[in-house]
């Protein structure tokens, strides 16, 4: 039994600048290749250009950054429908591959909303954040929460940081809270739309 | 309670912030969310050398890039080689005590550490320049050759023959620092056998800083960032700390939190919505590159219309607002205030409509603005080196400041002075480097033209006397240079091909081996300029190879200084040596070796330095001390530019001839009719008026090449540090940004690989077609690396550079870099 | 095409489980015909089933990052679909393997043959069942449907059916003679295969008004790569269905013409329609992985 029933990620969305501290810190960490990145920051942009008639221009233009990598979900579906039980939750609530059982069927990746598992070319098996656990159970932080250079990145237990900074997940570009039940509690920027009801669109899809 | 009501500022209780904390959740704009690092600053087990696993040590070290910040990175070593960096682990999240956090460039410095294009052995070219085929020699031979060179050299065209090339490779160190060029270890060496040809100012803000001298008689710097606590309304020109100095103690974290304490709010002036105004601003103005001057020139006309500005203390602090206060020999109609009423010389009118025009912002805007601006107090106008890397930088340089003097919110806190955020420095001893006896000194952008043209070149071309290159010293001088430029040293630096515009052009000079005869560089990557070289010294890294000591002192950590103990992780790898050892080989060939070491290795030179800084700083540590602990930190204290000038003028006077801010510079005035520039192109002006220069909007060149091409400082790399780091490719791939009205007028979606070109060349990458960019604007990040394909020669790398101009400015002699017209076209 | 593997697997499994059923379902039809004009039935119908089962599994196999692990996919049967897939396809696979050499070798009774068949077949229909479940994430809205069984059920009657009539077309032609039964078989699976077309022709457009009313903007993502980025590919298998099914009806229509003829002239255009059905449903099928599209990142 681990020191948390349950982990979650605490995120300022209104402190990111999208630096990606956080990426590279967490693929120093676990030695990454270039193509297997657990943690991504998606961009979030939209607005519009108004050219008038003397060529000055007006403008609405916002944009955010979120930062993500696995929820460690309370429904996660990676889990449900891994056909070998190598994708389990587990010791303080992490969702994680044990790879002596997986096949790299893939299945996970295609399910989870989040783009969480990626495939790890030289194990063949599938891999993804697993809350740095070895670094959890000597009462480290994960190498992310303690890299990002704004603090935008926090931990803890998932029920304090609710009371704490409310439940909010729901916002563009991940989907709808609902489905898989993230642990993840955001604090949302400014201009941050709902999931569902976004104008805007995904910037950096290739970096995702 | 509202949250957008004004909070107290440094003196913010405890349970007033977990309120702030908690309002983030309901999420009001811009201003709340996590107050800092709250749940943990560290890890429980994490003493300064814990954080070590099982087999593992931890040895504290920096990141040592040209970033404006510097970041200590703790390097866990097993097996005699780093295996992870953990972040600093010491402070809080306190305005003066924050945690030191590497950005996501310094993250990743084991991939440059243990790169495949590390410099291995010493190099000697064999074939032309840059062609990249090398012999393989000895230690001995080459230092032997680069010896020899140097007495050649001497006796044939004297010491002034012999050039040290701008270089921010390695910076921020005390030892092995490659900046600025008068304190570096090459710098010592050839001060023992005479000297060299110096430069004055620098790529970063070569402009500015030869203006400043003109406006306030010396570089003054502004308040620091944390003073802006205080402020009501900070506006930024061209200032982009949140992509440019990332570092989580640098100024990202401090205007951050600067901003959520206080609550003030922020407009940002730039073409591109940066990472800066997306996190901070409350407005984004739209501007197009290098038009600042006439944006201020307008607002200016609403104040003065609308009795706005602050005439009293334009009357008592400045000279040349109006026609009242002009000096002596300026004739009627100069004064700024008869400039923008459209009595000056040209007779124009800076109406709002009149910059919108040429601006791009709407003249309502500008109206809004200039009203916002005069009446919010305090108000900190700021700038960083965007809007003066332009043709016509040197005026552009003086738009904020200017803007400043009008809302007179010099010399107080919470205001400002227009120049880019300064800060209290610590008192620190670093390494000496003798004198220099060489009177000639030439800008950083002149040495093309000094290679060619150097011999003769007079205060007229932008030669200053080293003794006091202060511009205002420098108006007139009896310096003349005496040779041209036949060596270059090129330590820690890129700016040989990769950083110095019209990159075509200069391979072309260099490829004339009769004119420099001898390239010498030092740096541990094979860079684009390494290639170039004749003789490549391989360099140890200065982060986690040899012991020395980092700091961060005045500037770009708000009120916070502190010094970093660079400790070694392994020996140099391969056959590197550190820069001092290999320059004591040097040395020891020229007969000097004594002088240059006074018999110390660096880690005496090292010890030495604590000592003496320890006469200044008593509570510095020693020697073993700070290598155990790390990082030594102190509160500097805010940094209130010009105060003492704000306070009692007549006692404490500006170093301009008048003594006060010269709006008017009758400097400049002299300048005007004796100085060498182009003059139909190029002005010298005493006020700071707008000028159409070289490849600004309304160029005629626009028919053919309708774009403005600026290159902003990207999160993948500084400057071009970093650019062969795989995961930071990954993170923040090379794309040109343009705006999607542009782009779908050209048929280009982002990824679509595209041609950028004018009639100086042309790179060929990836777009990324944004809304975050201004129309009519393009931006190729700038400081990727240089990479001429072999089968067309047309650059693949995106590098800017090949599309930049090497013109020099009219009397600051430097970088227009961000003024350059191009066409694009999907490939 | 990196699904270009379960393109292949899904299409052969399916088959291989419809041409089982096909003829499970011909024998229903089989009273009064001679045993050797059942062999010469069931036999090139259960040599094409078999050996296409156990390549579609192989081909599935590679797609695996570790498919010498591959048995510790059935330890998550009970929750996961994919694992419960993988388990039916290999009883489908033992069981009617056990059919066709009991049939062969005539091991046991008739019945308890018959009985076997259908417990096969069973697990079969199971199979195809599970394939269309684990395409059915609540994540992907494309797949999230009754289409998506629908589909696979439709594509399991029309390959399988195709399937069988093409390999006894090849065999009358290889072997021709007199065989009733196999002219019925041919008669009565044909008319399925070109009714199967047809329904799957005409589920398209109802699928596509149930992607443009639905909520998630990953659905009109999906919707947009079919009609507009991929619209000559979803166009070309209808067509391509379509006339497979005509052509398959010619064929039987030239068959009753000419009565009892035999022999090439019914052939070709058999197995040309087969071609047609098989290269049609081989785009949607394409097209089904193509169009897919995760809620969240996807509907952007």
Known sequence: MGAYKQLAFLFDQSKCTGCKACQVACKDKHDLPVGQTWRRVPEYSGGQWRIGVDGAVTHDIWTYYTSLSCNHCDDPICVEVCPSTAMHKGENGIVSVDPALCIGCKYCAMACPYDAPQFDEATRTMSKCDFCADRITKGKRPACVAACPMCALDFGEAEELRAKYGDEASLEPLPEQSVTRPNLVILPHPKAQPSGHGTGHLANPTEI | MTSTSEPDTLSLTPSRRKFLAWSGAIGAAGMVGLPGCTLQYSDPADAPLGGAEEGERIVWNACLVNCGSRCPVRMAVRDGRVIRIEPDNTGDDDLGNQQIRACVRGRSIRQRMYSPERLKKPLKRVGKRGEGKWEEISWDEATTIVADKIKELISKYGNESIYHNYGTGVIGAAVARSWPPGNTAVARLMNCVGGFLNHYNDYSAGNIEAAVDFHYGAWMGNNSNDDTVNSKLVVMFGNNPHETRMSGGGEMFVTQKAKQLSGHKVIVVDPRFSDTAMNLADEWVAIRPGTDLAFVAGMAHVMISEGLHDQEFLDKYCSGFDEEHLPENAPPGSSYRSYIEGKGEDGIEKTPEWAAKITGVPANDIRRLAREIAMTKPCNINQGWGIQRHSNGESQARAPMLLSNLIGQVGIPGGGNGEREGANPLPLVLFPTLENPVRPTISFYMWTKAITDGKGMTYRDGVRDSLDTNSNSNVVNDVVLGSNIKMIWNYGSNALINQHGDINHTIELLSDESKVEMIVVIDNQMTVSARYADIVLPDAMASGETIDLAWQSAATAGNLGYLIFCDKAHEP?????????????????????????????????????????????????????????????????????????????????????????????????????????????????????????????????????????????????????????????????QLVWINKIDADARGIATNDQVRVFNDRGATELPAFVTERIAPGVVSVPQGAWYAPSASDGVDKGGCVNVLTSQQLNAYSKGNGQHSALVQVEKV | MHEFYLVVFTLTAQLAVGAFVALGLVQVFAHGAAAGERDRVNGPALTLAGPLLVLGLAVSAMHLGSPLRAANSLLHVGTSWLSAEIALGLCFLVLGGVFAVAEWCKWGRPGSRTALAVVAALSGLGLVWAMSQVYSLRTVPAWATPFTPVNFFLTTLLLGSVAVVASLATSAHVTPGENAFRDRSVLWLSLIAAAAAVATIAVQPAYLAYLTDHPDAAAQVSMDLLTVTYWPALVGSQVMLGAGALLLLFALVQAFAARRRQGTALTWPVLVATGLIVAGELVLRILFYATMTRIGFGGQ
């Open chain 2, 573 to 733: 790898l391969y056959d590197s040596k550190p820069v001092y050892e290999m320059l004591t080989e040097i040395a020891d060939k020229l007969g000097v070796r004594e002088k240059f070491t006074e018999g110390r290795t660096q880690e005496d030179w090292v010890r030495w330095m604590l000592d003496e800084t320890r006469k200044k700083i008593p509570d510095l540590p020693s020697f073993e001390e700070l290598r155990a602990k790390g990082i030594y930190r102190q509160n500097v204290g805010p940094y209130i530019s010009m105060a003492k000038f704000r306070e009692d003028p007549v006692a404490n006077p500006l170093e301009t001839p008048s003594g006060k801010i010269e709006i008017y510079s009758s400097n400049l005035a002299r300048m005007r009719d004796d100085w060498n520039y182009d003059q139909g192109s190029q002005w010298i002006d005493p006020l700071p008026v707008y000028r159409q220069t070289r490849e600004l909007p309304g160029d005629a060149l626009q028919l053919r090449y309708p774009l403005q091409c600026i290159g902003h400082h990207y999160k993948q790399r500084t400057h071009s540090s970093y650019g062969n780091s795989p995961w930071l490719k990954e993170a923040h791939p």
